[in-house]
């Protein structure tokens, strides 16, 4: 087990994260609950799939609090009355490079509720296509996609998703891993495949900055070519010394999507801030 991990009290692993996961997984929550609405009335069979699973349960680092994982919380909200209504995933899909993360993941999920899971191991990469293989044509499903560093979300996963029926996605974008290392020359190859051109569309002899803007635009551009809504509200999760960890960003087949994801307050209680 290396250092994201220990070992929980049920025998399965648990991951150790920042307290910025508990935004991640607040907008994951309200976003599943808010779009109950749009679930219902559109009918059919709607899907969660996480392709970047983890072990389904996380400690805080530095303190005792223990977490569900991303995948725990999205079903467990739509599993929730919210307006008298509740609209459950009817299948979920999970998957992670670690198998013993999707065995965590998997168990846990069937301790908490009785939704159908089916399980991949392997990179995300590969099982997209596994899983998209199995999505019914109707329903509304969303993409949970939650990566520790961008070359983990090659460009090739969002359009395997966008080539589906519809899939929303809200995505963890790693914006500390953009800034650290999109500096360094070296290391451009590794951003090829996630953002596909944007050496040609960059002007990479600009400040570091806005190379870092630039890069952000062309992925966010690629998003739309494949037919999505990607909401201008990009929420910004900070560290305590106010330096960027992760964007959150919300890409729609349906303009709905974006109308939804404006009005979740941040977990300080904030409308629609964006970046
Ligand atoms: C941030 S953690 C996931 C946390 C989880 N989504 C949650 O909200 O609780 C990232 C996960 O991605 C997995 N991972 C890393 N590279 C991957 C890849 N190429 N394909 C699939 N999973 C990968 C890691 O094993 C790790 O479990």
């Given at each position: 087990m290396d250092d994201h991990y220990e070992p929980d009290e049920d025998g399965y692993p648990r991951e150790i994260v920042g307290p910025w996961v508990l935004d991640k997984h607040h907008f994951l929550r309200h976003y599943v609950t808010a779009s109950q609405g749009a679930r219902g009335r559109m009918g059919g069979s709607h899907c969660l799939i996480d392709l970047?699973?983890?072990?389904g349960k996380a400690r805080i680092r530095e303190t005792q609090s223990l977490v569900p994982g991303g995948t725990l919380t999205a079903v467990d909200a739509a599993a929730r009355s919210h307006r008298g209504n509740a609209v459950p995933f009817s299948r979920v899909f999970i998957a992670d490079l670690l198998e013993d993360n999707v065995t965590a993941c998997k168990a846990r999920l069937f301790a908490t509720s009785n939704t159908h899971v089916t399980s991949f191991v392997g990179a995300a990469e590969t099982n997209v296509h596994k899983v998209v293989a199995n999505l019914p044509r109707r329903g509304i499903h969303l993409a949970y996609l939650d990566p520790y560093s961008l070359p983990q979300l090659p460009f090739s996963v969002l359009k395997a998703l966008a080539d589906a029926p519809r899939v929303d996605l809200l995505i963890h974008f790693a914006a500390s891993d953009m800034a650290r290392n999109l500096e360094r020359r070296d290391l451009w190859p590794r951003f090829d495949a996630v953002a596909p051109g944007w050496q040609d569309s960059?002007?990479?002899?600009?400040?570091k900055s806005m190379v870092r803007h630039q890069f952000f635009a062309h992925w966010t551009k690629l998003l739309q070519d494949l037919g999505y809504h990607v909401s201008d509200r990009i929420v910004s999760v900070k560290n305590t010394r106010r330096r960027e960890i992760y964007r959150l960003v919300l890409a729609s087949k349906h303009k709905l999507g974006d109308n939804i994801w404006r009005t979740l307050n941040d977990r300080s209680g904030q409308k629609g801030l964006s970046l």
């Open positions: 970047y699973c983890g072990p960059c002007d990479t002899n600009r400040g």
